[in-house]
Nanobody, 121 residues
Framework: EVQLVESGGGLVQPGGSLRLSCAAS????????MSWVRQAPGKGLEWVSA????????SSADSVKGRFTISRDNAKNTLYLQMNSLKPEDTAVYYC??????????????WGQGTQVTVSS
């Protein structure tokens, strides 16, 4: 059974940092691209960042570029999102999602349950 379990969310002040983790199980993690997607209150899903299966190639939305860094540890079956210089508009539920293949753009087949990030003073 595929499982994606996010952790690391919480309340942080503007300008602060958080690191999200996504523990994966039930599949060969190193064979699949992964992504972070968020949903702000009352809004639709927003793609945040993606990383190919080997970890050597990443892509991020303009809204987070230069502030967020996606990474993965294939030995630990874990995906990360380092979030720096957080803004109130980053407040959202953050989901990790598994792509259908080694590259991104092929669509997702599994999602985690999400972790809440709230940026507020």
């Amino acid at each position: 059974e595929v499982q994606l379990v996010e952790s690391g969310g919480g309340l942080v002040q503007p300008g602060g940092s958080l690191r999200l983790s996504c523990a994966a199980s039930g599949f060969t993690f190193s064979n699949y691209a992964m992504s972070w997607v968020r949903q702000a209150p009352g809004k639709g899903l927003e793609w945040v960042s993606a990383i190919k299966s080997g970890g050597g190639s990443t892509s991020s939305a303009d809204s987070v570029k230069g502030r967020f860094t996606i990474s993965r540890d294939n030995a630990k079956n874990t995906l990360y999102l380092q979030m720096n210089s957080l803004k109130p508009e980053d407040t959202a539920v953050y989901y990790c999602a598994k792509y259908l293949g080694r590259d991104y753009g092929l669509g997702y087949d599994y999602w985690g349950q999400g972790t809440q990030v709230t940026v507020s003073s």
